[in-house]
């Protein structure tokens, strides 16, 4: 089975901020695995095939936190 490699660039300050985001992704259809850092500022998913890029960023951007960038397939993606 076919699966996505997410990445995004999030502004967590704190370890409350890194555990709302990790939290989300728990409770997403669909995510395979992730790691939410707050050293890095980063959240990187491994999603099943049916779940898509903006379904992820907009769960992400639901919890108040700022997405700074993101990459799809190790490809460029808006996060607007």
């Known amino acids: 089975m076919a699966t996505h490699n997410y990445k995004f660039n999030v502004a ?3 370890g409350g901020c890194s555990g709302a985001v990790e939290r989300v992704l728990k409770k997403l259809d669909g ?7 707050l050293d890095t500022q980063t959240a990187t998913v491994t999603a099943e ?13 639901k919890t108040g936190k700022s997405v700074k960038s993101g990459e799809a397939d190790g490809e460029v993606r808006p996060v607007e």
């Open 12 to 14: 967590m300050s704190c």
């Open 31 to 37: 995510v395979k695995e992730f790691d939410v850092s």
């Open 49 to 61: 095939e049916s779940l898509d890029y903006d379904t992820v960023l907009q769960t992400i951007k």
